[in-house]
């Protein structure tokens, strides 16, 4: 028999037991990534956004400290992170705010076509689309996520709002492997969390719905809103509870979005209030298939599992 309690404790373990050390180079850091957007803007070509610090990032580095007068270390050093503006401290996790207001509709709308506007970032949907550092809508995407779990039952066997059917699929979702690689932290929470209302969009994003053709991410959105698709009924609760955080989240360049506001709005919703507690995070935050077996899952530099990152629908 199916033990939710069992299950919640398994999945925030230790889950990858025989993990072996790897170079730099070979694990996945949402600080490198949003290093790589930040030196790509600048005009220091890292060469693929893809999150691993290999040579034609290091190059644009040692580019960028140089020109910054900076020790030219090849190394995202405190100081080089400092120019960068790129945080990795934990204060943010008591403090979640609206660091961006929540877009309106017809800001999400704006731009019909994946074309990149830094006016307009969260428009461009494209994997490996400029930009960094965007601000997220944190109390509104914490609100968001805590009213799916508190309807639909994804929440820890003690909580109050615990359902087995609601935790086994926000379990199964972060368990998965089928994620695109830039499909950041935050916006995998938030999916996962949405796991039963939002099947018409993940069936029609596999093509399950649709005589096999997969749609692009705003189609698929557009046909559940307006009830072509199946499923289209519970898609109902994001369309009148939350729309502009769903399509925000799945539209944007998440790939850029600002790691500390990301973490800090994930750990505020398990409950983790000292990120830096390995065995605290591992109680209370449950993993995705790419995190990091060793409690460090909750921080902002913690390095993803390498082998996994990259595989798509």
Same mark, same amino acid.
């Given at each position: 028999?199916?033990?939710?309690?069992?299950?919640?404790?398994?999945?925030?373990?230790?889950?990858?037991?025989?993990?072996?050390?790897?170079?730099?180079?070979?694990?996945?850091?949402?600080?490198?990534?949003?290093?790589?957007?930040?030196?790509?803007?600048?005009?220091?070509?890292?060469?693929?956004?893809?999150?691993?610090?290999?040579?034609?990032?290091?190059?644009?580095?040692?580019?960028?400290?140089?020109?910054?007068?900076?020790?030219?270390?090849?190394?995202?050093?405190?100081?080089?992170?400092?120019?960068?503006?790129?945080?990795?401290?934990?204060? @943010? /996790?008591?403090?979640?705010?609206?660091?961006?207001?929540?877009? $309106? +509709?017809? !800001? &999400?709308?704006?731009?019909?076509?994946?074309?990149?506007?830094?006016?307009?970032?969260?428009?461009?949907?494209?994997?490996?689309?400029?930009?960094?550092?965007?601000?997220?809508?944190?109390?509104?995407?914490?609100?968001?996520?805590?009213?799916?779990?508190?309807?639909?039952?994804?929440?820890?066997?003690?909580?109050?709002?615990?359902?087995?059917?609601?935790?086994?699929?926000?379990?199964?979702?972060?368990?998965?492997?089928?994620?695109?690689?830039?499909?950041?932290?935050?916006?995998?929470?938030?999916?996962?969390?949405?796991?039963?209302?939002?099947?018409?969009?993940?069936?029609?994003?596999?093509?399950?719905?649709?005589?096999?053709?997969?749609?692009?991410?705003?189609?698929?959105?557009?046909?559940?809103?307006?009830?072509? @698709? /199946?499923?289209?009924?519970?898609?109902?609760?994001?369309?009148? $509870? +939350?729309? !502009? &955080?769903?399509?925000?989240?799945?539209?944007?360049?998440?790939?850029?979005?600002?790691?500390?506001?990301?973490?800090?709005?994930?750990?505020?919703?398990?409950?983790?209030?000292?990120?830096?507690?390995?065995?605290?995070?591992?109680?209370?935050?449950?993993?995705?298939?790419?995190?990091?077996?060793?409690?460090?899952?909750?921080?902002?530099?913690?390095?993803?599992?390498?082998?996994?990152?990259?595989?798509?629908?």
């Amino acid at each position: 028999m199916w033990n939710p309690t069992r299950t919640w404790t398994a999945i925030v373990a230790l889950t990858i037991l025989t993990m072996i050390a790897v170079p730099a180079e070979a694990r996945y850091s949402a600080v490198v990534h949003q290093a790589q957007s930040q030196l790509a803007a600048q005009g220091h070509d890292p060469g693929v956004l893809d999150g691993f610090m290999g040579p034609n990032t290091r190059r644009a580095i040692v580019s960028y400290q140089t020109q910054e007068g900076l020790s030219p270390t090849g190394e995202l050093d405190s100081a080089t992170l400092e120019s960068l503006s790129i945080g990795v401290s934990v204060d @943010l /996790a008591r403090n979640v705010e609206d660091w961006q207001a929540v877009p $309106t +509709q017809a !800001e &999400i709308d704006e731009l019909k076509e994946p074309i990149n506007s830094p006016s307009n970032p969260y428009a461009d949907y494209r994997p490996r689309a400029p930009g960094a550092k965007l601000g997220l809508p944190g109390k509104s995407i914490l609100a968001a996520m805590n009213l799916s779990a508190d309807t639909y039952g994804g929440r820890p066997p003690n909580h109050p709002k615990h359902t087995q059917q609601g935790l086994k699929a926000l379990i199964g979702c972060l368990r998965t492997t089928h994620f695109p690689d830039h499909w950041s932290d935050i916006t995998i929470h938030y999916y996962c969390q949405m796991s039963l209302p939002r099947r018409c969009f993940t069936n029609a994003l596999a093509g399950k719905s649709t005589g096999g053709r997969r749609l692009a991410r705003p189609v698929a959105y557009e046909g559940c809103s307006n009830g072509r @698709l /199946a499923d289209a009924g519970d898609f109902r609760f994001v369309t009148t $509870t +939350q729309p !502009e &955080i769903f399509q925000y989240l799945m539209f944007a360049q998440t790939h850029a979005f600002d790691h500390e506001q990301e973490q800090a709005i994930i750990n505020a919703f398990y409950g983790v209030e000292d990120p830096t507690n390995r065995n605290e995070c591992t109680a209370k935050r449950p993993q995705r298939t790419e995190d990091p077996s060793n409690g460090t899952h909750c921080l902002v530099d913690k390095e993803m599992n390498r082998k996994l990152v990259g595989r798509s629908r």
